[in-house]
């Protein structure tokens, strides 16, 4: 005669006894999974970091060409200016925009 215990299913039964033992940490056991996981997280935000730092170096280099042409733009037109203080712009220039109207 078969037991209780080898019915199909019954293994499966959890108890409150049973749920409690399986949410009770080992505190025997370390914690090499939790270490595992850390180290793993650890050297993909390493590879993330050095991906973003390849990227940004052109982004930059750009930035500066950019500033440069700037400020060296900037410089020839207010040493070519009046004699008005430098780096504000003159009130009596004409924008080289014209307003035009579009008749739908």
Wanted: hydrophobic share 25%.
């Amino acid at each position: 005669m078969k037991g209780s215990t080898s019915i199909k299913g019954i293994h499966s039964i959890k108890s409150m006894q049973s749920i409690k033992k399986d949410a009770e940490e080992n505190s025997e056991n370390p914690d090499f999974l939790k270490l595992y996981m850390l180290e793993k997280e650890q050297t993909r935000l390493r590879n993330e970091q050095t991906r973003l730092q390849i990227r940004l170096e052109p982004i930059e280099a750009r930035l500066k060409e950019i500033e440069e042409y700037y400020t060296a733009s900037l410089g020839t037109k207010i040493n070519t200016g009046s004699g008005k203080k430098q780096g504000t712009i003159q009130d009596d220039e004409k924008s080289d925009w014209e307003t035009v109207e579009i008749k739908y």
